[in-house]
Structure formats: C-alpha cells, structure tokens
C-alpha cells in the first residue's frame, strides 16, 4: 500500500467527506435561514464524479494489496451511482414527501448508500464487497422508512431489513465455503487457487446456491423479488427509484466478480468465459431469469399503484438482465450495463413524474391519478416514454437495450430463454398499456379544471432526463462503442 | 437532392409534429397556425413522393426493375444494424395510399374543438412510422417503424374512443403486442442464422436460409420455415385476417370515424403489403410451395368474411368485414403469384383503402349528424334512411366509393379486381370463379344498404341532415375524384407495379 493508492479512490473519500460535512454542519446549525444541504452533497457528488473520471485517464490499477479493482466496470459503476445519487438530492429538493426539517439525515443516509454502492463495484476483496454491500443496504431500510407515518413504508423498511438479513448471512456462508476450501480471501487469489484444485461438484453448488441467494436479494428478483415492489410502491417516490436502481446495480456489480471469478474462467476466445469447476450453472441462473421476467410481468398486470407496477415491471427487467450474465460473453456485459444506463434515467424519470402526481393527488392509484393526468399533458407525455422505454418499446433506447440481450441469448444458443424473455416483454407492454390507458384515458373528455401549477424547476429536470434518452435512441452506436471499450479494461 | 428525398419524406411529418411544440401556445391561440403546418408537412411529405414517382416513370436507364434511390448510413455496427430506404414501384404505390389518406384525416379534424392538437400530431407520428415501415431496406429498421406504429394508434383508440374505449384499446395492444412479439422472435432468428449477421433485406433476398437450422430445447427447426410461419401469424393479426378479426370489430365499434379510417384503410394495407415483400423477398420457396395454402386461407377470408357482412346492421362493422374480405382477395392474389395477381394485389390494397376511407369517412359524417351508425335496428325498422333527399352530394360522392369498392367498372377498384380475377383464372380457376361470385353477391347486399340509407324511408334522426360542408366537400370530392382517375387512366401506375413486381416474381418461379 502506498500513497498512490488514495488517488484511485479519491471519489469515495470525496463522498465520506461530504458525509462528514453535512453532519457538522447539522451539529452547528442553529436555526439560520440557509441551510444548504442539497447543495453541499450535490458539489460533493459533482467532485467526485469528476474524480472518476480523472483516476480513470489513470488506467485500471490494483490498490490496497489487492481489495479493490479500479478499472473500467468501476468507472462505470460510479458514474451511474454518483449520477444515481445527484437526480435523486435535486428531485427530493422539490418533493414534498421529504420532511424539509429531517433532510440532512437524509441526505447523509443517501450519499451514505451511494458509497457503499461505489466501494461494492470496485472491491476484489470478498469481505469488503460483503460490508460496502451491507452498508448500501442498511442506508436503504431507513430511506424506505422514511415517512415515519406511512404505514406501507414501514413494511417496505421492515421487509428490506428482514430479508437482507438472511441473504447476508446466505453470502457469509457461501464465501466462508470458499475461504475454507481456498484460504483466500481476495477474488484474484482465490480464481487462482480454484484453477489449480477444484471444488468438487456438491461443494459448488452449495456455494453458488448460497452466494447466487445471497445476490438474487439485493437484484431484487425471483424467488427474493418481495421487498422490491414493496419499496417501490412504500418509500418516499424518490427513494424508490434510487433503491430500485441503485441496491440491484450494486449488487450486480459484485455478482459480476464474484461469479467471473469464482465459477468461471477465460476461455480461449478473447472477450468469451467458459465454466469453472463441474456444475452447469449458467442453467440455473436461466431458470431464475426465465421465471423472474414471467412472474414480475404477470404480477404487474394485476397492480391498483402505479409505483408498485413499477416495481414488478422492474424485477421482470432484471430477470432479463441476467441473460446478458449467463452467456459468459463481453457483448452480455456491455448489454447489461446499456440497459443499467437507460434504466437509470428512465426510472427515477417515471418515479419522478409520479412524485410531481403524487404531491398532487397524495396517492398513486391508477384510478384517481386519471384526474392528474389530464391537467398536466406534458408530464404525461413524458411519464409514457419513460414507461415505453422501460418495457422496451420502440423508439425508445429501451428497445436497443432489450434487443442487444435477446441477441446475445439467441446467438449461445438460449433459443428457449429467448422465446421466454419475449413472451414476458409483450406480458409486460401489455401490463404497462394499462398503466398508460389509465393516464390517457380521460384526456379526449371535455373538461374544465385548471391546468396543473407544475413548478418550471421541476419541468426542466423532467425534460434534463428525457433528452438524453431522445439522443441515445438516435446515437446507439457510439455508446455502444464506449462500453464496449470501458469493458474492455476490467481486472476480473 | 433525390438521394435524400425518401429520407426527407419519412420524417416530414415528424419535423411537423416536433415544430409545433415550439410555437407557444399565445403567439397562436386559435390554433390556425398549427392546422395549417399539420396539412402543410403531411402535404409536403406528399409532394416529396409525387417527385419520386415522377423521377421513376422517366428513369429508364440502368436496372429498372430494382429499388430506386437507395440511401444507407450505418447506424450501429456492432450489430450490423443501418439506416436503409429505398423506392420501388410496389412501395411507391402503398406510400400513394398513405400520403393520400393522412391530409384527408387532417382535413376531417380540421374543426375538432379539443384535442385537434392531439390528433393530428399523433396521426402525423402514424405516418412517419408507416413510412419509415414501407420504405426500409433494413428488418431491424422495419420493424423498429412498423412496432411503433401501434403506439399512436393505441393511443388515438383510447384518448378518443366510445363508451367502452377502454376494452378496444385493450384488445387492439393485445393483438398488436402478440404480433409484434412474433415478428421480433422471427427477426432475431432471421438476424442469427444468415451468415454474416445482417439485417438487409437485399443480402438476405434469394433464399438464403434454406437449409439453416436452429435448436429449441433440444427439437432442430428449420428457420425458414419457423420464420415464415412467425411473420405470416405475425402479419395477419395486424391485418385482422380472420380468424384474428376480432380487434378490428370493437375498434371499428369504439373508435370514431378518423382513427377507423387510419386503421383500416392505411395500417392494414401496409400490413399486408410487409406481408408480400417478406413473403417474396425472404422466403419465394416457401412461399412457392405454400401458394396453395395461402389461396385457400384467402378463399376463406374472403367468404366468411363477405358472409358475416351480410348480416351487419351497423355501417362501421359492415366496413370491418368488407375491408377483411378484400384482404381475402388479396391475399389470393399473393398465392397465385402470377404478374397481373400481384399488381392487381397492390393496385387493389391502394383503392380498397382509398374506397373504404371514403365510406369510413361518410360514417363519422352521418354519426355527427344523428349520433348512430347503425343504419337498421334491431327489429327491422330503418335507422337511418333517405339521406339522399336531404344531402344529395353525399349521396353522389358515396356513390362512387361503394361503386370503387364493389369493382365495378369506371372506378379504381374495377382494375384491381379484374386484374385478380384474370392473374387468378390460369391457375385456379375455380377460385377466380368463386371470386366473381362472391362479388356478385357483396354487390347486393352493399347496394342494398346504399339503398336503405339513401333512398329508404326516411328514419327518425335523418329527417334534418344538412349536406356536406365545404371542408367535407374538399377532401370527400378529391378523394372520389382520384378513385375514379385510377379506375379511368390506371396505366402509368400499372407499368410502376409490373416492374417491380417482376423483380420479385422470378425469384419464385
């Protein structure tokens, strides 16, 4: 370890000293006027963000004798998740579902979370994936229960915490096997030790059954998908799109190099895997995926809250996700992360909308946000593309997204998973046609009530993440392009 | 210039429709401005295709028969995916259509007091992606235009339909979901197994995936096959073939008269005509050995159909059916695959959509003027009846569209039908018989309902009908006008069609 080292992690200590600004500042506030929360956490996200990408023109480095990568997954990863963080300080700003009085806990709980996320997408270190993790995590129960009164927020709160619980000690367990069979604890040491002498077939699939478990939580998706409606439908509104992205990014991110590294191995083709040790598992992650797609899309038909629709669409968007994992390919990866980076803008976009909607009407019942929709047409507008993308109809990046996956499914020879994958995306066009029909369907009526007073900040943030999403539908090629390129600097 | 024409006409309407979200609502109050630009881009946007043809009709140098004014940019390479639009005769025709129908439907809404705004933009964003759908070279681009399209529909069915919009909506994304699913299935499939992985229509042409094969847990299907049976499911939901007309039957129900229109006589012609060039152009061979079945599947249509219209009280549903019975024909014409079917297959899809616009049109002119459409009730007594006392030049110009629908002779449809019927006659005589028959029949009882609402007892609700109105006046006469200038001078167009449906045509034989 030497001072160098601190310079490739200069965004997370950027994000621990926000955190530690705005809690003196909280300590030493004595009720003036200014307070200056949001601000202070926004140029702390901002400076880090520009720390990435000046450690990034660094190159990918190993620091800390080991324990973390930083390389190109980690400079993705903390762009999404400082960008992550940043929409969702400025759309609290404006909601009202944030006590004003309570927002530097918040804030610190948030920018908190967002640096667990950062740390779980670098660390090579098993223990310390597991903790930033947790600590990603831990920030997420009492952001969930943020409204202390909203009885289905503290439900959300209750069951993250519940289940967290045991998909940690699911995780504690499976990478306890592998330090007992290996003795290592950092990823690179222990690919190496499980190259020279496997596990046997029972050892590895107990262990990828606990730390697949473990993962399956935090993505969110079937058979652990259960807090994850649940939150997006009780959190605060701009909780639960930063939850619902940020907790399955992070722990996609760890998946990713725990699984490359612990149940796979290059193969000769460059930019290709091939399975380590005897057990087919790429068979079960397929299962999982298949029956996650179906299951959150057919759900998803059936909800009266928009935001838990929401939350069911996105668990049979991730079972899609892990397709692009499964075929053991650079083209699955750089699929992944296109679909993370249209997902990030297009979910907090429709979690927003629902915010504006939601400080309006204070529910979010389909039925009784027909009234909303029709006095503010441009929100609605945008609230549909937000959705189309979501489910990924065209002429949306969404459909670029979904179809980079299927593709890379069909050409390892998926054909089954395909066909399932797409049957679940017309289930869930379908499930979000109602969605829409609720918010459009009373528009043709003659009507008289006022127009909605939408705050113009709150316009412009709208149409701030609708235009990169226009642009990436024409511009397809160059993002692509750069993926493919940040992917290829990864230290497994 | 001309290179970029077939690119400027797709997205003309779209460039209308983004324009006027940046005229502030207080520079144009009473909306005039915005009409105008609405009927000026679609107009423009036409005048762009009439260009085309012109510089088509004169092209004689070269390789006449191939696609014209090809323009291709990569757009993402890694998967091979580009931009690619070119003309033809065969497109040129369905583009006519669409260019024609769409300034009519602005014309209908011309006076709508809310939403006009709304309308016309989403049927500016129709033709864009119907366009975009006719003129692409690329399947990936195809589809990427033909799966949007659905969505301004969708949503000019549930903004603006009936009573129990809500279910016509529904079943209309169901059917259009379903058939996009297939379509996107048999895409990918097509995409994987050429080699190399491409989506041009053109390096994908003359049979390249015969004999390719693909494993579906563990059973080997040929793609091809697989393929042809997804598009064709895929197509025919789209185009409400029977036995998958359902959709159509409570859209034509719910929807009003402009949205019934875009439906019927623009998306399912376009439908069917995606139909034929991936029919021809992909699979000929499975097309060739298929031809039966798919002039049986065509017979069947256009009886069950043509019988089910027979006992229709309500004019809407009664167009419905007609309209899925010319498809029958139609798609007769496909099976047959001789030169005068599959130009009179085109020639016919351009004036049935043109026909049943002009009646679909004449229905939301009698509904806003006595509130039903249907034009018997259910005991027998005259609904509407006697309208021709009242509106007289509606009678007329009705007249000519039914007259353009039933093929007979001195209207557009005369040529289309009487080209089917004689490409049918060499090789399945029998059906051509069939067909005249079944014309002969449909021109009873449609003339009986011409009849009934024309010239019939007078019904309660049609004792006060005014005439036309100017605006009517306009696009109902200029629409029956070029009916009857393609059933009188059909030639040049003919010419365009044989052509290019020469190309397809060896491919097959």
């Known amino acids: 370890m030497s001072i160098q080292d601190f310079i490739f992690v200069l965004p997370e200590i950027f994000l621990a000293l926000t955190i530690c600004f705005i809690l003196v500042a909280e300590i030493t506030y004595h009720g003036e006027k200014i307070r200056l929360v949001s601000a202070t956490a926004l140029v702390g996200l901002g400076t880090a963000l520009l720390q990435s990408v000046i450690v990034m023109m660094k190159g990918p480095a190993r620091v800390f004798s080991g324990s973390m990568a930083i390389d190109g997954l980690t400079f993705f990863f903390r762009i999404l998740f400082i960008g992550l963080g940043a929409i969702t300080i400025i759309s609290s700003v404006t909601s009202k579902e944030i006590n004003p009085t309570m927002r530097a806990e918040y804030t610190v709980l948030l920018v908190a979370s967002c640096l667990g996320m950062c740390v ?208 053991l390919d650079d083209r699955g990866i750089t699929a992944i992360l296109f679909n993370l980076l249209v997902e990030l803008i297009a979910v907090t976009g429709v979690f927003y909308v629902l915010s504006v909607f939601y400080d309006e009407a204070k529910t979010d019942n389909l039925e009784k946000l027909k009234l909303i929709t029709k006095r503010a047409i441009p929100e609605t507008i945008a609230l549909i593309f937000f959705v189309m993308c979501i489910v990924g109809l065209p002429p949306t990046p969404g459909f670029f997204g979904k179809f980079a996956l299927f593709e890379i499914a069909l050409r390892y020879g998926w054909s089954l998973l395909l066909i399932v994958a797409i049957l679940s995306m017309t289930i869930s066009v379908i499930a979000a046609s109602r969605l829409i029909y609720n918010m459009v369907g009373g528009l043709g009526a003659v009507y008289s009530e006022r127009a909605l007073v939408v705050d113009s900040w709150r316009r412009v943030f709208i149409y701030v993440l609708l235009a990169p999403l226009v642009v990436a539908a024409v511009f397809v090629q160059p993002i692509f392009e750069w993926l493919g390129k940040s992917i290829k600097f990864i230290l497994w | 210039m001309k290179e970029h024409l077939v690119t400027l006409m797709i997205f003309l309407p779209l460039a209308g429709v983004i324009l006027q979200l940046i005229i502030p609502r207080g520079l144009d109050p009473k909306n005039n401005f915005k009409r105008w630009m609405f009927l000026f881009s679609s107009f423009a946007s036409g005048a762009c295709l009439s260009w085309l043809i012109f510089s088509l009709f004169y092209l004689t140098t070269g390789d006449v028969q191939a696609p014209k004014f090809i323009e291709t940019y990569k757009w993402i390479e890694a998967y091979s995916i580009s931009y690619s639009v070119a003309i033809d005769g065969l497109s040129a025709s369905i ?295 009242n509106a007289p030049i509606a009678a007329t110009v009705v007249a000519v569209f039914v007259i353009s629908i039933l093929g007979l002779p001195g209207s557009g449809g005369f040529i289309g039908k009487s080209l089917l019927v004689i490409g049918t006659y060499s090789s399945h005589p029998v059906v051509a018989i069939l067909m005249v028959f079944s014309a002969i029949i449909a021109a009873y009882y449609i003339l009986n309902v011409y009849r009934v609402i024309f010239f019939g007892k007078e019904g309660v609700n049609t004792k006060n009908v005014k005439d036309l109105k100017n605006t009517e006046k306009l696009y109902l006469i200029a629409l029956a006008g070029i009916i009857l200038f393609l059933g009188v001078y059909p030639a040049p167009l003919l010419e365009l069609i044989r052509i290019s449906g020469l190309q397809l045509l060896p491919t097959l034989r």
């Not at chain 1, 009885?151 to 998909?167: D, H, L, R, S, W």
């Not at chain 1, 998803?300 to 669409?313: D, N």
């Not at chain 2, 351009?350 to 004449?362: E, H, K, N, P, R």
């Open chain 1, 120 to 327: 779980s997408a670098s660390a090579t270190d098993v223990v310390l994936g597991f903790l930033a993790l947790q600590l990603s995590i831990m920030s997420g129960y009492f952001l969930a229960g943020y409204s202390k009164w909203h009885p289905p927020g503290n439900e959300a709160a209750i069951k993250i915490m519940i289940g967290n619980v045991t998909a940690a000690a699911f995780l504690a367990y499976g990478l306890a096997m592998i330090f007992a069979s290996t003795g290592q604890l950092n990823m690179q040491d222990i690919h190496i030790s499980l190259m020279s002498s496997g596990l046997s077939q029972k050892e590895t699939l107990m262990t990828f059954v606990f730390i697949l478990f473990a993962i399956c939580f935090p993505l969110g998706i079937f058979p652990f998908h259960f807090w994850s409606p649940d939150v997006a439908e009780g959190a605060p509104t701009p909780v639960s799109s930063f939850l619902s992205v940020g907790i399955k990014s992070a722990a996609l991110a760890l998946g990713l190099r725990l699984i490359m590294a612990l149940f796979a191995q290059p193969a000769l083709t460059l930019g290709q895997w091939q399975i380590l040790g005897q057990l087919e598992w790429p068979r079960i992650l397929a299962v999982i995926s298949s029956v996650s797609m179906l299951y959150g899309a057919l759900l998803a038909f059936r909800q009266q809250s928009a935001k838990r629709l929401m939350g069911y669409l996105l668990v049979s968007q991730t079972g899609a996700l892990l397709m692009g994992m499964l075929v």
């Open chain 2, 95 to 389: 583009a006519m259509l669409i260019s024609i129908i769409f300034p009519v439907l602005i014309g209908k809404e011309w006076d709508r007091s809310t939403g006009n705004y709304g309308v016309n933009s989403l049927f500016l964003l129709l033709q864009t992606s119907l366009y975009g759908a006719v003129f692409s070279q690329d399947l990936f681009l195809l589809f990427f235009f033909w799966a949007f399209s659905s969505v301004p529909l969708y949503f000019l069915i549930s903004i603006w339909g009936g009573r129990e919009k809500e279910s016509a909506a529904f079943r209309f994304m169901v059917s259009s979901a379903i058939s996009n699913a297939l379509l996107f299935i048999a895409l990918i499939l097509i995409y994987y197994s050429a080699d190399p992985h491409g989506f041009l229509m053109g390096e994908l042409s003359g049979g390249k995936l015969i004999g390719k094969t693909v494993s579906i847990s563990g059973m080997t299907i040929y793609v091809a096959n697989f393929a042809f049976l997804l598009i064709s499911v895929g197509f025919a939901i789209r185009a409400a073939m029977w036995p998958f007309n359902g959709w159509l039957n409570s859209v034509s129900e719910q929807a009003p008269a402009s949205i019934f229109v875009a439906v019927c006589s623009v998306s399912i012609p376009v439908s069917m005509y995606l139909f034929i060039r991936f029919a021809y152009t992909l699979f000929p061979e499975i097309t060739a050995r298929l031809s039966h079945i798919i002039v049986i599947i065509g017979v069947m249509n256009f009886i069950i159909a043509g019988v089910c219209a027979a006992t229709q009280k309500d004019l809407r549903r009664l167009l419905a059916y007609i309209c899925t019975s010319g498809i029958g024909v139609v798609l007769v014409g496909i099976g047959v695959m001789t030169s005068p079917s599959v130009t009179g297959a085109i020639y016919d899809l351009l004036v049935q959509g043109l026909g049943i616009a002009g009646v679909g049109l004449f229905s939301g002119f009698i509904f806003e003027r006595t509130g039903q459409i249907y034009f018997q009730k259910n005991n027998g007594e005259a609904a509407i009846g006697g309208v021709a006392y």
